[in-house]
């Protein structure tokens, strides 16, 4: 973790390093590494302590493997693969460019002030943005850029191998943001970033491989 110290020279009040000892303990006696997150709340935990990043593992690395974005994305991934001349004939070591999804699903059409004032719609209409709103991935990281290696073999086997990297910070973003999200953030970012102390730097990473015929 970074200590904290670097940054102000002190303990800056919050009892960061006191909260960090602690943690720790706690990790050791469960048998938990404390440098891993199944969840949300363990991503927090990590973003109080001032941790410099964080990797996901267990419910919520499967959720981000299961993501509907992701899997779509893996179909037209597999579907290039193999259509090369070279797929079967021998092995292929490659990599895909880059690319950028958004995690937790989609929200409903229509403007977010609307859909906030409209409850009777909140179960029909506007159930993909409440979906949306309470899946943890929304949180943990929403909108990312992937990278995707891949193996081939003769046999027709694909390996894929994922990893990504996002950074967690609930603050506005003027400019590339719709007027709802940034006054929402205006709210949550203060409260977790200022007042909880909340890290607006921690790096979440994620990397896993998937194997399909």
Not at 144 to 161: R, W
Request: aromatic share 12%.
């Amino acid at each position: 973790m970074t200590e904290f110290r670097n940054y102000y020279g002190t303990d800056p009040g919050w009892g960061t390093d006191a909260r960090r000892a602690l943690f720790n303990a706690a990790c050791k006696y469960l048998g938990i590494n404390p440098t891993q997150a199944e969840n949300i709340f363990g991503v927090g935990f990590h973003s109080i302590l001032q941790s410099s990043s964080v990797q996901l593992s267990g419910e919520i690395l499967n959720k981000v493997k299961k993501d509907l974005a992701i899997l779509n994305k893996q179909r037209e991934i597999v579907t290039e693969i193999k259509k090369r001349n070279d797929y079967k004939i021998k092995k292929i070591i490659d990599k895909v460019l880059p690319f950028g999804i958004q995690l937790g699903g989609q929200r409903a059409r229509g403007e977010m002030w609307r859909q906030a004032l409209e409850f009777w719609k909140w179960r029909t209409e506007y159930s993909a943005t409440w979906e949306m709103a309470f899946d943890e991935l929304t949180w943990a990281v929403r909108s990312v850029n992937v990278n995707c290696n891949y193996i081939a073999d003769s046999n027709g086997y694909i390996t894929l191998f994922y990893n990504l990297t996002d950074t967690l910070d609930l603050r506005p973003s003027w400019g590339n943001r719709s007027m709802e999200y940034n006054a929402i953030c205006c709210v949550l970012g203060f409260m977790y970033h200022d007042v909880l102390g909340g890290s607006d730097e921690l790096q979440v990473k994620a990397n896993w491989k998937t194997i399909i015929k």
